[in-house]
């Protein structure tokens, strides 16, 4: 042993640590260059040097993970440890090398015990927040300042921003920032500085002064939101940062754990905020290491969501059966109101704790409210226990199917928090408000008697109710827009539908519900919404979009909810076929049926079918019948009408095209999944929404189709016994024109080419998810629905003379199976309306 012990004794002394750290240093510079052969040989040479020198073993440590070989990785950064066990860099080595090991809880050991040797080393912090731990981190606590910090506040019924001349009055010109591009989950955020960089730059060319936010997002976007307000303090963007939640269980809102999940939410935007926040990846939220101080910028918060009206009635039940109750807390507090009352004021008093004794920092607050639960009497908006009663009253057939939310029988009243006198920031009450939903805002006769100076104005006159019932204190609408969607979802006393509009349309839409909003003496609005997301649903449609997963791989324009963006983003490349438009893209869509001249061309994208027509007898001289069998050939209608020969194919639709005004899609009774009007049809007949017996199974030879009618508004009975009619739209009437004129073009008859073109939205078509071919099957209410996937469309072709008789006649020979698809193709482009609020926002 003494020999041995002589020879280790003469090792160490021959070392020259010297020579091994310049060894070390000259591979960790091959290594930063990606030689790694280079960098092996160094490191290995500082080892040989100083054997064992753990700055030579992290190296080889590190090379050997950028090979692949984890295993030996691991034995390097162990033997650096055993030379040098306060190694950081060994420690978040070993880490990295236990987790591409899979042995994630010792990685996780590695890297705290490299996070405790150095608190400030973001890599590994960064590992694991990406392993979802962000929780007994030894991160150094914020150091609180002693001057409160008061960026905005809410003064009677306007918001302020301190500026050098102190405090100034600020109306808010808002937008609310969606982040989801498509083919992306709503939690599936864009990573990129760039990204928001390039959004917050239009946004503020655009002369908003506002981004509103409802959830935390990834750390670029902070990044880029301080680094635009940096660089442009003459032009600053203001932040309003939500805190979401989903509804609690049972709708307990004291639910323990639930309750502590949405108040750990609050301290995280709080933090966020501040730029001191180390979040851990969670599934469904954004995380990283946040950084960027954004506080100075950062007007007010918002929290919760549109909270549905029977999970606050069923918290008000659950708390002292209703009865009134009382809070007194720091900065808020209220003398008398409902459970839900009391309990939304005793969150935005704990926010606005958290704040002042961490951050000695304050901001206006607020929870989200919308019309369904505003404190107002709607005469015009009975709840469906009272409209029960009343249909018995009228003699009318009660309606069993009634799903809609009682939209004012719960109330939410913000007038019932008062500011205690700790409360330096203020406080104001929060809307959603658009005007075309709950009924009560187009029915009631009193608000359709308010003009603004555009005119008559039902959802003003509401705004005017709202202002009366909150004065002395700040209003905001922080959401409000109408959609581009083809597809309407509710109907307006106004024309300011749930969709329906041309994308001119919804600039002029948007720009008149802007002005109500300041007209109304309220104290701003954040129009909704940045981007179109293509992931969302709306009630009409969403049966019809199955797998609901996969919505977000198509862009279903007949889904209002999918349209509301300034910047547009749209299916295809900017080379897509469009009405009216450059016809060589429509000339290159595939031949599917064609016989003595008579031609059929069809092509697709994440959109749209397309469709062109061409026949030797003349565009002008003929009416076009268009059999489109969607699946199962052997069944659906094999007479066409007009046509008096029966099909070689069942079809579901027929695509009639003549007069520009009457061009219509039509469908098989039997493939109908919505109730249309119908001949003797009483009042209350549409109460049924679904068609329960549309199935893809049926085969009929009687030439009967049906429009493609849905009912948008249903029959409702007012609280003093008034009847409203319901109403709805033919979603397959087809509009006439070039794209370049109407974004709602739907067919266009090109002279120049003898072309018909026709795009056909794949959700008119029952189509459920083009991306995987997949349709609808069969009807359930209660859903879901049956689906199946398709091989492909066929096509049975007339070209009719206006004497009837057929001219022209083409089969598909084989189904048109359009490619499907995992990553849509997709191109962006900014709408009119954006051009519109720039010139309205750069006014004011």
């Known amino acids: 042993m003494i020999p041995l012990l002589a020879g280790l004794l003469l090792q160490a002394v021959a070392c020259d640590r010297t020579a091994a750290a310049a060894a070390a240093e000259a591979g960790w510079e091959a290594y930063r260059r990606g030689a790694l052969p280079e960098a092996a040989a160094r490191f290995a040479a500082a080892d040989s040097v100083c054997r064992a020198f753990p700055g030579a073993q992290v190296g080889l440590g590190f090379v050997q993970l950028r090979a692949g070989e984890n295993a030996a990785a691991e034995r390097h950064f162990t033997a650096a440890l ?20 899979e042995r994630r809880s010792q990685a996780i050991a590695a890297w705290r015990k490299a996070l405790a040797i150095a608190p400030g080393y973001n890599d590994v912090l960064d590992a694991l927040l990406a392993a979802g731990v962000d929780s007994g981190l030894p991160l150094r606590p914020p150091g609180r300042p002693v001057d409160a910090r008061v960026p905005a506040r809410a003064v009677g019924e306007q918001f302020e921003i301190r500026g050098a ?28 500085d760039s990204t928001y960089a390039r959004w917050l730059r239009l946004i503020a060319e655009a002369h908003a002064n ?11 976007f902070y990044r880029a939101f301080k680094a635009w307000n940096d660089s442009h303090p003459e032009q600053p963007l203001w932040l309003v940062h939500g805190v979401w939640a989903e509804l609690p269980r049972r709708s307990d809102y004291d639910d323990p754990a639930w309750k502590a999940a949405f108040r750990a939410e609050m301290r995280r935007v709080v933090d966020v905020a501040h730029g001191r926040a180390a979040i851990g990846r969670r599934a469904g939220h954004a995380w990283g290491r946040y950084d960027a101080d954004v506080s100075n910028r950062t007007l007010a918060y918002i929290i919760g969501r549109e909270w549905e009206p029977f999970s606050i009635r069923a918290y008000n039940k659950r708390r002292a059966g209703g009865k009134h109750s ?11 109101g409902t459970p839900a009352d009391v309990w939304m004021a005793e969150q935005c008093d704990y926010m606005l704790g958290y704040e002042w004794d961490v951050w000695h920092a304050a901001r206006p607050i607020a929870y989200t409210n919308w019309p369904t639960l505003d404190p107002l009497h709607h005469p015009t908006e009975a709840t469906s226990a009272e409209e029960q009663a009343l249909r018995r009253w009228l003699g009318l057939a009660p309606n069993v199917r009634l799903k809609e939310y009682d939209n004012d029988s719960e109330s939410l009243d913000a007038m019932l928090v008062r500011l205690t006198a700790a409360n330096v920031a203020g406080y104001f009450a929060s809307y959603h ?17 308010a003009r603004s100076s ?68 309220l104290a701003g609005g954040i129009l909704f919404a940045w981007l179109d997301e293509w992931f969302k649903h709306n009630w009409v449609v969403i049966d019809l979009e199955a797998p609901a997963e996969r919505n977000r791989l198509w862009h279903n324009v007949m889904d209002a909810e999918q349209h509301y963006g300034l910047l547009g983003l749209y299916a295809g490349d900017t080379t897509r076929p469009e009405p009216g438009g450059n016809p060589a893209p429509w000339r290159a869509l595939t031949v599917v049926a064609e016989s003595a001249g008579t031609r059929l061309r069809a092509g697709s994208d994440a959109a749209f079918l397309y469709l062109t027509l061409e026949s030797p007898v003349g565009i002008e001289a003929v009416r ?22 029966p099909t070689p194919t069942g079809v579901e639709f027929a695509l009639v095209l003549g007069d520009t005004a009457d061009a219509q899609l039509l469908v098989t009774p039997t493939y109908n999944p919505y109730l249309g009007p119908r001949p003797g049809m009483r009042p209350t007949d549409l109460d049924a929404f679904y068609n329960t017996r549309a199935t893809i199974d049926a085969r009929l030879a009687d030439g009967r189709f049906d429009s493609l009618f ?73 859903g879901p629905f049956r689906t199946e996937v398709t091989e492909g469309f066929r096509f049975v072709v007339n070209a009719v003379a206006r004497d009837g008789a057929v001219r022209g006649h083409a089969t598909s020979v084989r189904p048109y199976a359009w490619p499907t698809w995992s990553t849509p193709v997709w191109h962006e482009r900014l709408k009119p309306a954006y051009y519109a609020m720039q010139a309205l926002w750069g006014a004011w």
Do not use: C
């Open 82 to 101: 055993r030379g040098d066990s306060a190694h950081g860099d060994a420690w978040y080595g070993l880490g990295l090398a236990r987790e591409r090991l």
């Open 454 to 521: 555009a005119g008559p104005s039902h959802y003003f006159g509401y705004l005017l109710d709202l202002k009366r019932h909150h004065g002395g204190r700040a209003l905001l609408i922080a959401e409000y827009g109408v959609p581009s969607s083809r597809g309407v979802a509710h109907l307006d006393t106004d024309g300011m539908h749930h969709g329906g509009h041309d994308e001119r349309a919804m600039a002029g839409g948007d720009v008149r519900l802007t002005r109500d909003i300041r007209e109304a003496g």
């Open 326 to 336: 009382t809070y007194a807390g720091r900065f808020l507090a209220v003398d008398s």
């Open 433 to 449: 408000a658009y005007p075309y939903y709950p009924d009560f805002i187009g029915l009631d006769s009193a608000y359709g008697a």
């Open 165 to 192: 001349a102190g405090w100034q009055p600020f109306y808010v010109k808002g937008l609310n920032l969606g982040t989801a591009l498509p083919g992306r989950f709503a939690s599936e955020f864009p990573e990129a």
């Open 210 to 220: 506002v981004v509103r936010v409802y959830t935390i997002l990834p750390p670029a």
């Open 710 to 782: 849905v009912a948008t508004n249903r029959f409702r009975v007012s609280r003093t016994g008034k009847t409203y009619a319901a109403r709805g739209v033919n979603r397959g009437r087809l509009h006439y024109g070039r794209a370049a004129e109407s974004t709602l073009a739907d067919w266009f008859v090109d002279r120049g080419t003898a072309l018909v073109e026709v795009r056909l939205p794949w959700g008119l078509l029952n189509v459920t998810d083009p991306s995987s071919r997949t349709v609808l099957a069969r009807v359930r209410d209660p």
């Open 624 to 645: 076009w019948v268009v059999g489109i069998d969607t699946d199962r050939p052997d069944r659906g209608q094999f007479v066409l009408p007009g046509v008096n020969a």
